[in-house]
């Protein structure tokens, strides 16, 4: 034996856990921390597989809105009591003499809480008052500067079914009723719908109608 060769003294370091990979994935090791590490993985692996979401989200982490449903339409016997008045931002000169005579308008009757429009029978009338000539709690305080009347022949004419729904496109021609002109800058429009069944007339808000623009 040499006397220079000194025996090497045991490390001061603790050795790290030894980690062997048997056949079926099973894990040993040796080391109070290994075992610890261990468990933590089985109990974090089990909750992962018992959690099972179904909820989907957006790119802004909001859930995403529900699919669309059919939803029934209101029946012909459900009674009209809200009218939606849709009309054009300014009538247009069709005949020459610079004054604006022709106004489009959509109409669609409702019978709520259906929140889907229907073609319903009756009357549709359409009033122009000089500015503020008409209440909706009071009523006309003047006599109209011009009326239109659509019986139930001339609203079946005018049925159109577009994405707001069943209703009615009418083009409002004050050569068609005998005027060229208004002596008025702007007036006020009411459509009135009258069922045929004789029951309360269905009134709309009130809608500006500007003639000229300065």
């Not at 090497?8 to 370091?13: H, I, M």
């Not at 009674?79 to 959509?106: E, R």
């Not at 229907?118 to 359409?126: E, H, I, P, Q, S």
């Not at 049925?159 to 069943?166: A, E, K, M, R």
């Amino acid at each position: 034996m040499n006397p220079r060769r000194r025996k090497r003294r045991p490390s001061r370091w603790k050795t790290r856990p030894e980690i062997n990979v048997r056949h079926g994935h099973r894990i040993t090791g040796r080391g109070r921390g290994f075992k610890a590490a261990a468990a933590t993985m089985v109990v974090a692996a089990s909750t992962l597989v018992g959690c099972v979401t179904d909820s989907v989200e957006s790119t802004t982490g909001r859930p995403l809105p529900p699919d669309p449903r059919e939803v029934p339409p209101a029946s012909s016997g459900d009674p009209i009591n809200a009218i939606s008045v849709l009309k054009s931002q300014q009538p247009i000169d069709t005949t020459g003499n610079g004054f604006p005579n022709l106004l489009g308008a959509g109409v669609y009757l409702f019978s709520r809480p259906y929140p889907i429009p229907r073609f319903a029978t009756g009357t549709l009338v359409f009033d122009l008052f000089e500015l503020g000539g008409f209440d909706p709690m009071q009523g006309a305080s003047s006599a109209p500067l011009a009326t239109w009347t659509l019986g139930p022949g001339d609203m079946a004419a005018a049925q159109v079914d577009n994405l707001i729904g069943p209703g009615y496109q009418i083009s409002l021609d004050l050569s068609a009723i005998g005027l060229s002109e208004l002596a008025v800058d702007s007036a006020d429009l009411v459509v009135r719908f009258l069922p045929s069944d004789g029951s309360e007339p269905v009134i709309s808000s009130v809608q500006r109608v500007p003639f000229r623009l300065f």
